[in-house]
């Protein structure tokens, strides 16, 4: 059995889908839940920053940018809501 779950960073359990048989991929189970249309949205807020659109830093650097990017991201939902 496959049972594909989404965490958040501290281990809180977001979602958790149904059950697929074991030999199912992890590729084809994200497809048949809709996981990575969810995903492409979630990334479509991200792009709306400008900053990261010709970004030209180090990777390091891109992460804590990132990081700092999706706080702000957050905040900005939660005040609209």
């Known amino acids: 059995m496959k049972v594909q779950v989404i965490a958040s960073p501290d281990g809180t359990i977001l979602w958790t889908s149904g059950a697929l048989p074991g030999k199912a991929h992890d590729l084809s189970a994200a497809r048949i839940w809709g996981i990575l249309r969810a995903l492409e949205d979630a990334n479509a807020q ?14 390091s ?21």
């Open 46 to 59: 991200l792009k709306s920053w400008k900053i990261l659109r010709k970004l030209r830093c180090s990777p």
């Open 61 to 81: 650097k891109a992460g804590h940018l990132r990081k700092a990017i999706a706080v702000l991201q957050n905040h900005r939902v939660a005040q609209a809501t």
